[in-house]
């Protein structure tokens, strides 16, 4: 009786997902690609272009982040909030200009980097850009946008960058 109930009981857990086509948890995990609870701020030697990470260069100067959380969903949805993003208190550098601890740059954007194949079916790292959003003197942002992801997006960075595209934050860490 035992293993009649238990062999009903796996049909009926099979039948529902096949006719239902898709476990409910399963689909809504399917739509993020990347989520994220942290970033890590640019340290040295990667300031700068020399050392530039899928063709996006450093900012100039070190950089920390107290706080980063954030998600990207498989139409393009885009959610970054950061905290405390500002120049690193510890740089000799940042020291001696004495910006140690703050943000002096009123916007930032993100960029999403994706691996991803051109039309040939070769490799390409393709960069998307949000637009900009404000960023206070004590580093915090939200960002918030929806990107037309190339197709596939394999293995995607997440920058926080200046205006001009050189990155303060980025996930990985």
């Given at each position: 009786?035992?293993?009649?109930?238990?062999?009903?009981?796996?049909?009926?857990?099979?039948?529902?997902?096949?006719?239902?086509?898709?476990?409910?948890?399963?689909?809504?995990?399917?739509?993020?690609?990347?989520?994220?609870?942290?970033?890590?701020?640019?340290?040295?030697?990667?300031?700068?272009?020399?050392?530039?990470i899928?063709?996006?260069?450093?900012?100039?100067?070190?950089?920390?982040?107290?706080?980063?959380?954030?998600?990207?969903?498989a139409?393009?949805?885009?959610?970054?909030?950061?905290?405390?993003l500002?120049?690193?208190?510890?740089?000799?550098?940042?020291?001696?200009r004495?910006?140690?601890?703050?943000?002096?740059?009123?916007?930032?954007?993100?960029?999403?980097?994706?691996?991803?194949?051109?039309?040939?079916?070769?490799?390409?790292?393709?960069?998307?850009?949000?637009?900009?959003?404000?960023?206070?003197?004590?580093?915090?942002?939200?960002?918030?946008?929806?990107?037309?992801?190339?197709?596939?997006?394999?293995?995607?960075?997440?920058?926080?960058?200046?205006?001009?595209?050189?990155?303060?934050?980025a996930?990985?860490?």
């Amino acid at each position: 009786m035992k293993k009649f109930f238990l062999v009903t009981l796996a049909m009926g857990l099979l039948s529902t997902v096949l006719f239902t086509g898709s476990v409910s948890t399963a689909a809504a995990k399917e739509s993020k690609i990347l989520e994220f609870d942290t970033m890590i701020g640019v340290p040295r030697p990667y300031t700068g272009a020399t050392n530039a990470i899928h063709g996006v260069p450093g900012g100039g100067l070190p950089w920390v982040v107290g706080f980063a959380e954030g998600e990207l969903k498989a139409n393009g949805k885009l959610e970054v909030k950061v905290r405390g993003l500002v120049f690193d208190p510890n740089d000799p550098d940042v020291i001696a200009r004495g910006i140690g601890g703050t943000n002096t740059v009123p916007n930032f954007k993100a960029i999403v980097s994706c691996m991803s194949k051109d039309a040939d079916g070769n490799p390409t790292t393709v960069n998307v850009s949000t637009g900009l959003f404000p960023a206070d003197a004590a580093g915090n942002s939200e960002i918030e946008e929806t990107l037309s992801l190339p197709s596939p997006c394999i293995a995607p960075i997440i920058f926080v960058t200046n205006p001009g595209g050189a990155w303060f934050a980025a996930t990985g860490f």
